[in-house]
């Protein structure tokens, strides 16, 4: 099953890049930008009998691995071929 | 007085850690391959700096699960020493051991030079014990991912159970000093216990002998001292 993973930095995080970006994108005449936060999407084949058990197994793998929770947040969409 | 430190693919202050610790021990250090499980019983386990796994996913993240870690963390549940410095400071951090994280350094620019660093004098630690409340040290650092970040009831716990180890300080030197904007100039803590000690600044990197500063060699000393 295929299985998206977005990881987020928690509200309230500092988050230097996005305020990086964001001076260049105004600078760039965007000036209608604000609060520009960068994260990263993982994607992923997960084997399990359904959608549930997929994102289970990636909810476990998130708090395992693929985020820090002290500072980043997940969501997991699981693509049901159904 | 046994000494290991753990090796990852891409550390690079292993040798100069195993060197500043032979200076100072007269005995050389082990070095453990981080597929190792099992570890001949140590005193003290240093995870040295680098770029572990090429900071992939996030600094030190790959690293904190690899079969040596886990061996490391044992050791640490029986109240054995360790010490991260920079990448393994991230390392220690990922494996939960150290409460927070260490995130971009606030002006995205990786930093290398000295900088002046004050032992917290309210630290709880047998490890700096020997070392003046208050001393000042000249320590560099080198490091894109040195800014400490700890949730507040994490932050507020360091502080009340002394796990704060070091803080950034003014210097005529080096003027006024964070170099990263690490919360409350934070640049190294220490766990419950105080005995695990993780470090953004590089003492192996301080050690004289052609170091412009040799405090480096007076903390790994105290450390060495205090595992004893």
Redesign the interface.
Known sequence: MEVKINISLKQGVLDPQGRAVESALISLGYSEANNVRIGKQITLEIEAEDASRAQQRAARMCETLLANTVIEDYSIEVADPS | MRVAILVFPGSNCDRDMMVAVETITGRRPALVWHKDSQMDPVDLIILPGGFSFGDY??CG?LAA?APVVEAMLDHASRGGAVLGVCNGFQILL?TGLL???L??????KFVCRSVNLQLQPDHDSPLLSTLDPGHSLTIPIAHNEG?Y???KDDLEMLKQNGQIAFKYTASPAFGPDNPN?ATDDIAGILSANGRVLGMMPHPERAIGNGHPSSDGKLLLRAILQGVA
């Open positions: 996913l996030r993240a699960r990922e409460p927070g994280t995130i971009r350094n606030e002006r995205l800014n970040f700890a949730q904007g």
